[in-house]
Every structure is written in C-alpha cells, then in structure tokens.
Nanobody, 122 residues
Framework: VQLQASGGGLVQPGESLRLSCAAS????????MGWFRQAPGKEREFVAA???????YYANSVKGRFTISKDNAENTAYLQMISLKPEDTAVYYC?????????????????WGQGTEVTVSS
C-alpha cells in the first residue's frame, strides 16, 4: 500500500483544515488507518485512528476538534481539523496498519505517507 497525504497549509488559530490520505493498491478497507504528527524538536505522536469497521479513537489533545473518517470506495482517509491551535503545528503523517485493533503505537503501522505540513499561526 502506498499512501499520499495532502491538504496541509498555513492557517490562523481557530481556522479549519481537512487532510486527505489517498491509498493505492487493494484492500484499503482491511487496514486500520491512523494519523500521527511530529512537531519541530518533538517525537512523533498519535493523533487519531479509525478501525476497519469505522470505530474511531483520538488523542486527548485533539478530541472534540478533529474527526477522522474514511471512504473505502475512494481509498481515502481524512482528518478534519477545526478550531486549530498553534500547538497543532506539525508535519502530519497518515499510516496504515494490518492489525485488527486500533493502535496508538507508531511501530504497529506498516505503511506511511510522506507527511503534509500544517502551520497554525497568526
């Protein structure tokens, strides 16, 4: 599976962005899809994930502001982000895992996109 993340950009605090993760190859629906982010000088951290059946899980820092979804027909996962804060500034990566359950651990994800940069600044 190859993943291509897009949709990042520069926004002001309080604004919204939607990230997309387009997947190539078959069996997109059989993967757990996740979003991680890495801010400058910090380790990569879990943001959100969606299971094969559509169950979602979020990091506490984004709960209520971010929504993960996927369109199996389009082989695409999304991360809708609202009420963005400067601390959301990071490179965002999408990832796919063949595990059955949602995981927040990066090593459990088998495939990674190249990252898309999100900058929240006034």
């Amino acid at each position: 599976v190859q993943l291509q993340a897009s949709g990042g950009g520069l926004v002001q605090p309080g604004e919204s962005l939607r990230l997309s993760c387009a997947a190539s190859g078959r069996s997109f629906s059989s993967y757990v899809m996740g979003w991680f982010r890495q801010a400058p000088g910090k380790e990569r951290e879990f943001v959100a994930a969606i299971s094969r059946s559509g169950i979602t899980y979020y990091a506490n820092s984004v709960k209520g502001r971010f929504t993960i979804s996927k369109d199996n027909a389009e082989n695409t996962a999304y991360l809708q982000m609202i009420s963005l804060k400067p601390e959301d500034t990071a490179v965002y990566y999408c990832a796919a895992s063949s595990t059955y359950y949602i995981s927040t651990d990066a090593p459990t994800y088998d495939y990674w996109g190249q990252g898309t940069e999100v900058t929240v600044s006034s």
